[in-house]
């Protein structure tokens, strides 16, 4: 393996796939099976800066050199291999938010993420006007709150895209979006593939006689369907990766894409009635849908898979954030005595403690809003730990209601789901929850009350998703050569679930855990619990 693997690299055949994560920028190197080479990552947090949530472009740059410098040396410690070309590379990021820029590329304010709360406004008269859910982390929402709030910088606005586009644009020079991406700034006609047309009139409708330069479709970046040519690496976009000169350019781009699109590729989620759960920073779980939804809920929007069909997504802004804090907490406990742990070890050990707590936590609540939640109702977030004074307190129950807490807010949205009778025939999950097997799943699948399979790359998910969908734009642009060099041709649902069954996911194996009864009955009456506690959770966020 590794004497092929070196080959493969050495001979940059090796594809890239790279995600900018809420707290990890990951790489991931892929070979011709799309087993993982090598993989690189680093750290970083989003700040909040007056009163929003950011990251500074200069971050996104250092962030971005240091995982694939990570990732160079660890396809040279795995594989003895000196990285310098690759077939194709992709890159992935967390959606939404807001990034405008001036004609002259400039940025015109501080990065605005998906975390920020602030677009309630806008949100509600762009629902209200397109008839379907606009949540407040999406790119249009941001846009017209800026507009609504009549902000300095909106005379200005040349093009507005997301993270995934922006890094794209520097790599390639070319402004584009992947479909799954674009559908989370405005709404796509799944007829077209497209933005949706009608709403985009509606949107301008809205604009009208404000300071926006229009019309909006010409702000926003060019929609591409995965498998389609999205430009290649350029001599400059293989400078800002690795500054070292290191990096040839020439590598196939595919599509940017959002974390939600590489996680239902991680996962083969990508045909009507399958569905995943991405559990990182945020927690959100989709599901291909067969037919529209059938009513308008705030719990719910709709995204597309990266080939363009339409997704549900119930979304909740805080996943797994709060739980790395209590980690961290135990990690400093550990130090303090002498005895320190490293992360992973310190995960282990607390996950594992969990599976001996009361199959409802000891009836212990943990609230993980480090930020507002929607579909709570919750502006802002306080996370809380709350119980009876005869709750048994134990480490047990303690990380078992961290682990419960994740799934609080999603279980909710889920049960709206239930109710619009979206049909799902496997539910998959990946995210940093999962790097400790067995724990964070088996509450999942108690939780969702449905079998949940996780597969071994469930951790670096996304960034391998994001390299899968690159090693599948170089697919299709070599069989196409003939027809229209170096250029793929679009693809449907079926022809990316075709590929990922063929040349992914043949020989992948999925862990499977079954909801077990005492579990699922126990974390429904966490949940009755947990309902009722919201209302402590709202006076926090009133009182404090
Ligand atoms: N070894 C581990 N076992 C279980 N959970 C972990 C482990 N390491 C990190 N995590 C959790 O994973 C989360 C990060 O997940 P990740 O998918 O990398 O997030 P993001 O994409 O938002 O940066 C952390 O907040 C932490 O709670
Ligand atoms: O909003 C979405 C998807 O709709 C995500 O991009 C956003 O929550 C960020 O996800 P992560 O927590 O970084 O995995």
Redesign the pocket.
Known sequence: MSVDAATVIADGRAVLGIEL????IKACLIGPDAAVLATGSHEWENRFVDRRWTYGLDEVWSGLQAAYTDLVSDASGRHDAALASVSAIGVSAMMHGYLAFDADGELLVPFRTWRNTSTGPAAEALTTSFGVNIPLRWSIAHLYQAVLDGEEHVPAIASVTTLAGYVHEKLTGRRVLGVGDASGMFPIDPSTRDYDADLLGRFDALAADTALPGPVRSLLPDVLVAGESAGGLTEAGARLLDPSGALRPGAVAAPPEGDAGTGMVATRAVVPRTGNVSA??SIFAMVVLERPLAGLHHELDVVTTPAGDPVAMVHCNNG??E??AWVGLFRRFADAAGRPVD??TA??VL?REALEGDADAGGLLAYNHLAGEPIAGLSEGRPLLVRSPDSPFTLANVIRAQLYGVYGTLALGMRVLAEEDVALDRMYAH???F??AGV?QRFLAAALDAPVAVAGTASEG?AWGMAVLAAFAAHRAAAHTSAAPAAGAAASGADLDDYLLESVFASTTFDTADPEPADVAGFAAWLDRYRAGLAVESAAVDAL
């Open positions: 994560g809420s707290t990890r990182g920073t797994a954030s739980l790395a992360a992973d995960f282990d996950l995210g940093g929850m790097r400790t964070a996304g």
